[in-house]
């Protein structure tokens, strides 16, 4: 796999690679989860197992991103492209922080993130659709070939 394109996990506090769902029916699914903002604390209770928790609240959007090629046809330069799902808060475990700070933690937490997307519960278009880590794109954001 090619190196991934640092602006596609640009994000003003932390980008996950998201891995597609080839059972569900979407044809064009999220491949990125978008952290924008993390900090405070709270207590809330979050869905079994974990019940009462101290949490930070996060905001993040579920994406399609892409970088689309320049077209001079439409005199349009190339740029990237969010194609947001999902824009909404959600209260992170104080001890699944680290995990979400950098690509290297993620890496080390694979399981522990894994088992926090998959509580996340979708309306609409996304129903169904189970949120994993992409550790190929991962790998490839933490060894990029030349």
Known sequence: MPTVDKRL?????FAIPLKANPQHPMTSQPNWLIIESMGGRLVTNLPEPLGETVCQQSSYKIVRRQILPESIELGRPEEVTDFVYEYSNQAIPTWAVHPLSSHEALSE????????????????????????????????????TP
């Not at 996990?9 to 506090?13: E, I, K």
Request: charged letters at 10%; zero cysteines; a negative charge.
């Open 9 to 13: 996990y640009q994000a003003s506090y």
């Open 109 to 144: 937490n694979i399981a522990t993130v894994n088992s926090l997307l998959a509580m996340f519960k979708f309306r609409g278009d996304l129903q169904g659709f189970v949120l994993e880590v992409d550790t190929n794109v991962l790998n490839n954001i933490l060894n990029p």
